[in-house]
């Protein structure tokens, strides 16, 4: 059985200060789960502290972003040695905002994932379809050229140190939600990409978060699912009582 897992995008929100203080809260509230993997990704200039507060407890640490070279004349720009020097453990590439305000291609993603797995980190690589393409019945093509182009060259082996995060992008800090039965729908749609792709043995193995204002009430329903592994949580993981349902929520369906 996959192990849910709960990451925690905080986006740019928290001061190092402010972050520190929610991760002792989370340290204190969470220090009793183990069946659940749990993750907390601040912005880059509350990393080091946060990890520092973290290091040996249940609780991993990822950053929100990162760029594919290791070093270089990039201004503004993070590799994944620094984050990696930190202790960081996983890292979000390819979110809807980072390709919607950003300019993030499939193409640049790919190069992104291949980084970050050389270095030994786990990468969480979001997908999602927008309003539009929803309504206009195309969420599968999207998903799949999103897979195809992000995904590409990639071995098995490397394919089972990815997380994958389907982000219905209609969905983020909209107060909407896409019903379980729909999430479902799209992971199970992923999930059989992935063995056309690979294998089933390889599919079973590779963990599908849910992201898209997910809340305490709608987790246990959402983790229920057969195919839905976790949830990559945006508002709700700013405050320590919110992220803290959500993670125990989960217990409920294991």
Same mark, same amino acid.
């Given at each position: 059985?996959?192990?849910?897992?709960?990451?925690?995008?905080?986006?740019?929100?928290?001061?190092?200060?402010?972050?520190?203080?929610?991760?002792?809260?989370?340290?204190?509230?969470?220090?009793?789960?183990?069946?659940?993997?749990?993750?907390?990704?601040?912005?880059?200039?509350?990393?080091?502290?946060?990890?520092?507060?973290?290091?040996?407890?249940?609780?991993?640490?990822?950053?929100?972003?990162?760029?594919?070279?290791?070093?270089?004349?990039?201004?503004?720009?993070?590799?994944?040695?620094?984050?990696?020097?930190?202790?960081?453990?996983?890292?979000?590439?390819?979110?809807?905002?980072?390709?919607?305000?950003?300019?993030?291609?499939?193409?640049?993603?790919?190069?992104?994932?291949?980084?970050?797995?050389?270095?030994?980190?786990?990468? #969480? *690589?979001?997908?999602? @379809?927008?309003?539009?393409?929803?309504?206009? +019945? !195309? %969420?599968?093509?999207?998903?799949?050229? /999103?897979?195809?182009?992000?995904?590409?060259?990639?071995?098995?082996?490397?394919?089972?140190? #990815? *997380?994958?995060?389907? @982000?219905?992008?209609?969905?983020?800090?909209? +107060? !909407? %939600?896409?019903?379980?039965?729909?999430? /479902?729908?799209?992971?199970?749609?992923?999930?059989?990409?992935?063995?056309?792709?690979?294998?089933?043995?390889?599919?079973?193995?590779?963990?599908?978060?849910?992201?898209?204002?997910?809340?305490?009430?709608?987790?246990?329903?959402?983790?229920?699912?057969?195919?839905?592994?976790?949830?990559?949580?945006?508002?709700?993981?700013?405050?320590?009582?919110?992220?803290?349902?959500?993670?125990?929520?989960?217990?409920?369906?294991?």
């Amino acid at each position: 059985m996959r192990k849910i897992i709960i990451a925690g995008n905080w986006k740019m929100f928290k001061t190092s200060f402010e972050a520190v203080e929610l991760v002792n809260e989370l340290k204190r509230t969470l220090s009793d789960v183990s069946e659940v993997d749990v993750v907390v990704c601040p912005p880059f200039t509350a990393l080091a502290e946060v990890q520092d507060v973290l290091l040996e407890t249940n609780i991993g640490v990822g950053a929100q972003n990162m760029y594919w070279e290791d070093s270089g004349a990039f201004t503004g720009e993070v590799s994944a040695p620094m984050i990696k020097a930190i202790g960081v453990q996983y890292v979000i590439i390819g979110h809807s905002e980072r390709r919607q305000f950003f300019g993030e291609t499939d193409a640049t993603i790919n190069k992104k994932i291949k980084a970050a797995l050389k270095h030994q980190l786990t990468p #969480i *690589v979001c997908i999602g @379809e927008v309003l539009a393409e929803r309504e206009g +019945g !195309k %969420t599968f093509d999207v998903i799949k050229t /999103q897979l195809d182009g992000s995904l590409v060259n990639l071995t098995a082996a490397e394919i089972e140190n #990815i *997380v994958l995060a389907y @982000e219905p992008v209609w969905a983020i800090g909209t +107060g !909407k %939600t896409a019903s379980p039965a729909q999430a /479902q729908e799209v992971h199970k749609f992923i999930r059989e990409w992935l063995t056309k792709k690979f294998d089933a043995a390889i599919a079973n193995k590779v963990r599908i978060q849910y992201g898209g204002s997910v809340k305490p009430e709608n987790t246990a329903e959402l983790m229920g699912q057969p195919d839905i592994d976790g949830a990559l949580v945006g508002g709700a993981s700013l405050k320590s009582d919110s992220f803290t349902a959500i993670v125990k929520n989960c217990l409920q369906v294991i």
